[in-house]
Structure formats: C-alpha cells, structure tokens
Nanobody
Framework: QVRLAESGGGSVESGGSLRLSCTASGDIQRSTCMQWFRQAPGKDREGIAT???????TYTDSVKGRFTISKDNAKNTVFLQMNDLKPEDTATYYCAAEQYGDRYFVCLWDRYLGIRGQGTLVTVQS
C-alpha cells in the first residue's frame, strides 16, 4: 500500500511563490502516475498537473507557465513549484498516485487517481 504526505502549503501574497512536496512511502512501483490536484471551498476538484514514470508532464491550462511539476525518484518525492500565485489559486492541494504496472494508462492532469494524500492548504492573499 502506498501512502502520500504533502507539505509546503502556507499563506503568500499575490505574485508570490510556494513549493509543495509530496513524499510517497510503502510499496512504490516504477510505473506510477503522480498528480497534483486542488479543491477550493464550495468548488469541484480541479486537476493541475501530472508526471509519469518517464518524466512526461501534463498541465491544466490555468497553471501553464506558472506551475512546474517535478520529481526526485531517489527520494520518492514529487514537487509542485508554484510561481506568480493568484488569489484564485487558493485551495487545498492534494497529491495523488496511480500505480499502473504493465497495463496501458494515460497519465493526464484531469484523471482521477486511486491514491491520495491528506492535502496542504495554500492561501493567496490579494
């Protein structure tokens, strides 16, 4: 079983930056799709970015050019570098994962993945 733990959230002024981390523990397979998604109060879940086992990344349009997903395989950690933050980025940010093994799986920002962490709150003040 894989467990995910997010960190790095906080409060920042508009235009500022934050770097979120997600550390995975447990039975981690190489073929894993990792994702960041967010949910603001009263709003639907919004997928943000994914990175697959080969390092291929996808992003939703609203964060392209501002957010960057990356990973450190040796540390089983995925990062989300968030620059030029806006008040509308305020939400709880979650890390998610899907271990797909040998089956065909398309790792995209808008997929619903099976494993998720507890989330970390990001507040952007105007």
């Amino acid at each position: 079983q894989v467990r995910l733990a997010e960190s790095g959230g906080g409060s920042v002024e508009s235009g500022g930056s934050l770097r979120l981390s997600c550390t995975a523990s447990g039975d981690i397979q190489r073929s894993t799709c990792m994702q960041w998604f967010r949910q603001a109060p009263g709003k639907d879940r919004e997928g943000i970015a994914t990175i697959d086992s080969d390092g291929y990344t996808t992003y939703t349009d609203s964060v392209k050019g501002r957010f960057t997903i990356s990973k450190d395989n040796a540390k089983n950690t995925v990062f989300l570098q968030m620059n030029d933050l806006k008040p509308e980025d305020t939400a709880t940010y979650y890390c998610a994962a899907e271990q797909y093994g040998d089956r065909y799986f398309v790792c995209l920002w808008d997929r619903y993945l099976g494993i998720r962490g507890q989330g970390t709150l990001v507040t952007v003040q105007s």
